[in-house]
């Protein structure tokens, strides 16, 4: 890695291969150099066309990665989901100064189970870019940060409103409800389940995606699913592209998100942006964003399997192209890479 250059701390997920080829677009490479805290995969869409670098041994953490965090203009941290990089930054507090933490809420939430490595480096934080101002609150109260640099961002390119699909729904179809966006325990599943339950005989079908997270909870959810609906459960356990992933998204009628922290978010633009019903936890700060937003979502405590208004439709995929769209993430991300 050359000097003056943006470093980008990554792990292996299905937004990131997207977002190399996202900044490779619009931004360029040259600017750029992509290290992943992982041995050599590739996997969610990532090949070796992408040219990243994979880091994972003690001496590649704490001899060439500090170096490249000397050497770079600016460290792009997407997310805080590795020990020894948390060892690193606690021991070289500077670096910090020059961190932009995209924050993806799995590394934040629940700060009782976070390390107290974890908490000193939230607090010291250089830079904060995060997907809503609730989000920012939220740290200021349960790490009492200090920095005021902060930046609003979609985050990804998978993570924004799709205007470009076009489903011609099926005549006397069943209802498809969407649960969920993976096999994590922050999803609820169960409790969407067992409201559900009431509606077991009607003509519905039940997606759940579980192509990635937790293996045993993957298991879990399934059988306990399986059990209620039958055949109308319809679990994702294999991984799709992002085009087919859309596609699925596109079809379902409703799509409902019990998450107890912000998660979902690309889920949920996705679907607004396609003019679906979608409810979302009040627990998920994407809840009071999207209604700071004017966007219609729907309480889970009121759930029916009305479809929704397509006036309501229309006017939250107003929203959506105004508040997620391809040119403000484009806008988001320029702001960063240009900031002093």
């Known amino acids: 890695m050359n000097e003056n250059k943006i470093l980008h701390v990554m792990i292996l997920d299905k937004f990131l291969a997207p977002f190399i080829d996202f900044v490779d677009e619009n931004f360029g490479r040259d600017n750029h150099h992509y290290v992943f805290i992982t041995s050599e995969k590739y996997e969610y869409g990532l090949t070796p066309e992408h040219k990243v670098e994979f880091l994972h ?13 000397k050497m770079a203009k600016k460290i792009i941290l997407h997310g805080l989901w590795r020990d020894k990089v948390d060892i690193l930054l606690y021991f070289n507090k500077k670096l910090l100064k020059k961190c932009y933490w995209v924050m993806w809420g799995g590394d934040f939430y629940f700060p009782e ?11 010291n934080m250089g ?3 995060s997907a809503t101002k609730y ?3 939220y740290i200021k109260d349960k790490y009492k940060t200090k920095s005021d640099n902060i930046f609003f961002s979609q985050y990804y390119p998978s993570c924004i409103s799709d205007f470009s699909k076009n489903y011609t729904k099926e005549l006397n179809r069943s209802i498809k409800i969407l649960i969920g966006n993976s096999a994590t325990k922050t999803n609820r599943h169960k409790e969407i389940f067992e409201i559900l339950k009431q509606y077991k005989d009607q003509n519905i079908e039940i997606i759940v995606p579980l192509n990635y997270g937790d293996q045993n909870y993957k298991d879990e959810v399934i059988k306990f699913g399986n059990n209620i609906f ?4 319809k679990p994702v356990t294999n991984f799709l592209n992002f085009e087919e992933y859309k596609d699925l998204l596109n079809k379902v009628d409703i799509a409902i998100f019990n998450n107890n922290r912000q998660q979902a978010g690309a889920n949920i633009k996705l679907l607004i942006g396609y003019g679906k019903k979608v409810y979302v936890s009040k627990e998920n700060s994407f809840y009071k964003e999207l ?7 729907f309480d889970i405590e009121n759930f029916n399997l009305e479809k929704i208004d397509p006036k ?28 002093k």
């Open 291 to 297: 209604k700071f937003n004017n966007i219609k979502i």
């Open 230 to 233: 039958g055949y109308k459960f």
């Open 113 to 123: 189970t976070k390390s107290k490595i974890r908490h000193k480096i939230i607090k």
């Open 135 to 137: 989000d920012i609150d």
């Open 312 to 339: 309501i439709a229309k006017k939250n995929k107003k929203f959506a192209l105004k508040y997620y769209s391809l040119k403000s993430l484009i806008k988001s991300w320029q702001d960063i890479f240009n900031s």
């Open 127 to 129: 830079c904060y870019i």
């Open 57 to 69: 041994t003690d001496d590649d953490i704490f001899i060439t990665l500090l170096k490249y965090m």
